[in-house]
């Protein structure tokens, strides 16, 4: 699964990535402790490529508030296009969510949780694919977005079961939307060698911690 990351690329350099437009009111960059229920930076295809808040904590429509079940972060590659929360944006509503990279954790035998942090080996930007969704109850409206998840790789289980799926630029047309069907084929896991990680403070176990410390190495 994915459930917190960081983010410390400018706005401009995002768009760059991406081939798109920057809206306004993007989150502040950088972040090195981006949590559930966070705005985070998406983009979406349409009249050209927008790079676009949204919140992280996709909604499904007949939810009466956004508290009114259980906070959907991830989709799981394996249920997405059956499951009633997911199976429509699956299908129409895909967008790509950046990272620089993400944590996970392992529990010791006392059942501590040890936190580590995982980037890609190159240095390159990673690139969440992800489903989005506008929720309205009348009252109250936002664009919502989940991270698609996949098993893990042979390397990546020693840390997890699972991970993000994660796109290479040659993807992006085809996950977007752009390049007509097949998105399907892309929900799979990392290359064996494509990621990297290293333990890290624990002080990162809080969703109120910040700074550049929370993705320094400790012994």
Same mark, same amino acid.
């Given at each position: 699964m994915c459930g917190r990351f960081a983010i410390t690329l400018p706005v401009q350099a995002m768009a760059h990535m991406f081939e798109a437009t920057a809206g306004n009111d993007l989150p502040e960059v950088p972040n090195f402790n981006v949590c559930p229920t966070n705005d985070v930076h998406t983009t979406? +295809?349409?009249a050209g490529r927008r @790079?676009?808040?949204m919140r992280w904590g996709f909604i499904p429509s007949w939810y009466k508030s956004p508290s009114d079940g259980p906070l959907l972060i991830n989709a799981r /590659? !394996?249920?997405i296009a059956e499951k009633p929360a997911f199976r429509e944006a699956c299908r129409q509503r895909r967008c790509?969510?950046? +990272?620089? &990279?993400?944590y996970e954790w392992t529990k010791d035998a006392e059942g501590k949780r040890h936190p580590w942090y995982i980037r890609r080996r190159d240095e390159v930007p990673l690139a969440f694919a992800g489903i989005w969704q506008d929720?309205?109850?009348g009252e109250t409206q936002a664009r919502t977005c989940a991270i698609v998840t996949c098993g893990a790789n042979t390397a990546m289980s020693a840390i997890h079961h699972r991970m993000p799926v994660i796109l290479s630029p040659d993807d992006f047309g085809l996950w977007l939307g752009e390049q007509g069907h097949g998105a399907a084929r892309l929900m799979r896991p990392a290359p064996e /060698? /494509? @990621?990297?990680?290293h333990r890290v403070d624990p002080k990162v176990n809080s969703?109120? +911690? !910040? &700074?550049?410390e929370l993705i320094e190495p400790i012994a």
């Open positions: 979406i +295809a349409g @790079l676009m808040a /590659a !394996e249920t790509i969510i950046p +990272a620089t &990279g993400f929720w309205d109850n /060698a /494509a @990621l990297v990680w969703n109120r +911690a !910040e &700074g550049p």
